[in-house]
């Protein structure tokens, strides 16, 4: 089944969320199965980019601009070793998600629990959100 993710690209100051199309196996009834599924959807996508590196990278100048904001300019390539474990990465975002690291949206409707029953759509639009903890004290 394909799916339309929105995401934040760290330090992009045109177009800031973009809409990817992700293709996940079966059609999640539950928020934890989602998060399973693009979860494996993504590890797969990762572990195929180590197998297959671009032959020849290079970077615009709006690129490097973008990636300078971030604090990081870069190819993109993971230099390690390691492909992703699926089930590491799958139990890693099932915890960050119980813990309020991150938080999921389909359409406008805020998905609290991971057990919580969920439809969706042909239409049916998905944002994930990374949410940032500040530092400092509360007094």
Request: proline letters at 3%; a negative charge; aromatic letters at 8%.
């Amino acid at each position: 089944m394909k799916i339309q993710v929105n995401l934040k690209s760290i330090g992009k100051r045109r177009q800031s969320v973009k809409p990817v199309c992700c293709e996940i196996k079966g059609r999640p009834s539950t928020v934890r199965e989602l998060i399973l599924a693009v979860t494996e959807a993504g590890v797969q996508e990762y572990n195929r980019r180590m197998e297959t590196p671009e032959i020849l990278s290079y970077l615009t100048n709006d690129e490097i601009d973008d990636r300078a904001e971030s604090g990081k300019i870069s190819f993109g390539v993971n230099y390690g070793e390691h492909k992703a474990d699926l089930r590491k990465a799958q139990e890693n975002a099932l915890q960050c998600f119980e813990d309020g690291i991150y938080r999921i949206f389909l359409d406008d409707k805020s998905l609290e629990d991971p057990d919580e029953i969920i439809s969706i759509h042909d239409d049916s639009v998905f944002t994930f959100v990374r949410l940032a903890m500040l530092a400092g004290r509360m007094w």
